[in-house]
């Protein structure tokens, strides 16, 4: 099913970008979960539009109403249903759309997928709106893997040409991660965020709009979890993050960087760590391999990146067909669009990483119930 997500957590999004709201049912959440409002707040807030220079300039105020499976701040363990109103549409915007697909968009393929019969207003079901309630189920899940030593953060690593500074792959500074996640525009390195908030604000003048690459960080994921080909932990987080729209690229770990390198440099040694006490554990010496191999969780920090194309919906006249008449035509996108949509989508990629750990994590069999977890 095309909306529907999840072996042992399932999520089914449903809504369009200018219908009475948006939302998701989330569907096999264990019980007793602290349902962390503060937490799904933020993140909310970070991926909501209107708040920014570089945002659209549609306002909504993205607030979930829960309509069932939370119970006094806790999971209950059956389907938690959350929607997101839509408030501030501007539908007329798309009134000359209709016979004039847009560049870059799912105009034209979900015309012919749908007969003809798919909202087109806004996108419709194709449209970013719909990360909203992917971003909403997503920190559910961080809240959950946060409880139990599993943290989930991203960066701008860059937009355009300029790149935010490097993390370390072995031991990702996490405070640095945070610092980044609680300002307007996340980056390690605030200069470098200033140059890319630059390039953005040229890009805008000149009508037009730039894409860039996100960085995701997993730590203290236990190893061991995920499965062999189609239910590695690669392929389960690709095919979420491939449902974010304007995602064209991913790579784990060194990615497409491990083709430049011979396999003695690109292994990951394992080597013997001796802790205080005198015990002794395994850990890999570098992390090329980005924290999984043959498709399993390995202990070191999982981190990909996902390369994010430009806004499709420019100001620049465009070329098109005309589906009544058939000729050629020029179009000039309205409505409110963001010259770069990477910032906003740092918190979805956010939640499309843990709800994919949180699923396998659950399926596996090892997961840690909360009543097994430390009184709060």
Known sequence: MASYWGQQLHISIFGES??????????????????DEDLIRTQMARRAPGRHDWSTA????????VQSGVFRQRTTGTPLAALITN??????????????????HADLTGLMRYDGANDPRGGGHFSGRLTAPLCYAGAVAIAILKRRGVSVHAHIASIAAVSDASLDSVAP???ALAAAARRGFPVLDPDAGERMLAVIAAAKTDLDSVGGVVE????????????PMMGGLEPRIASLIYAVPAVKGLEFGAGFGATLRRGSENNDPPV???AGDGSRRIRLASNHGGGADGGISNGMPLICRVAIKPTPS??????????????????????RHDP???????????????????????????????????AE
């Not at 549609?58 to 109403?65: I, L, N, Q």
């Not at 501030?88 to 870059?104: F, H, I, N, V």
């Not at 997993?218 to 995920?226: E, L």
């Open 18 to 35: 200018h219908g009475r709201s948006v939302g998701v049912v989330i569907d096999g959440l264990p019980p007793g979960e602290i349902y």
């Open 58 to 65: 549609r306002t909504e105020a993205d607030v979930p109403e």
């Open 87 to 104: 408030r501030d549409t501007r539908s007329q915007d798309y009134e000359d759309l209709a016979a004039l697909p847009r560049p870059g």
């Open 173 to 175: 500074d996490l405070t």
């Open 216 to 227: 995701v960080v997993a730590t203290g994921f236990p190893p061991g979890i995920g499965d």
């Open 272 to 274: 013997l760590l001796t």
């Open 314 to 335: 420019i100001g620049k006249t465009q070329r098109t067909v005309n589906l009544e008449s058939l000729q050629p035509e020029e179009l000039v996108v309205r409505g």
């Open 340 to 374: 770069c949509i990477v910032p906003r989508a740092v918190p979805v990629l956010e939640g499309a990483v843990a709800i994919a750990l949180l699923d396998s994590w659950l399926a596996s069999g090892r997961f840690v119930r909360s009543a097994d977890l430390p």
